[in-house]
């Protein structure tokens, strides 16, 4: 899988995680979709690295989609944790 394939995964992985985990984020929908694709080659890594799962050249691979939704709606939690809901911060 390519660069701009996992890219385009890492999009659908911040939507979705964006789904489960609804309410406003400090960075808004762009802000978002950035941390799905961070989260997505994070959750990659992760899966190649220390679960012994290499990472597939095919696009529809579950495994693959789990570990890029998983590393988005971590890192997105994280990213909430740390920086809260900036817009009542005034």
């Known amino acids: ?3 701009i394939s996992w890219i385009i995964l ?3 992985a911040g939507a979705i995680a964006k789904f489960l985990l609804p309410g406003r984020d400090p960075g808004g929908v762009i802000g ?3 941390i799905g ?3 997505s080659f994070i959750g990659g890594w992760i899966s190649a690295r ?4 290499p990472i597939s050249t095919d696009f529809y691979d579950t495994a693959t ?3 890029a939704i998983g ?3 971590v890192l997105l939690i994280v990213y909430r944790i740390f ?3 900036s817009r009542s911060r005034r």
């Open 1 to 3: 899988m390519g660069i």
């Open 10 to 12: 890492g999009l659908l």
């Open 32 to 34: 978002t979709i950035l």
């Open 37 to 39: 694709v961070a989260g």
């Open 50 to 53: 220390w679960l012994d799962r």
């Open 65 to 67: 989609w789990v570990a």
């Open 71 to 73: 590393g988005a709606l």
């Open 83 to 85: 920086f809260g809901d």
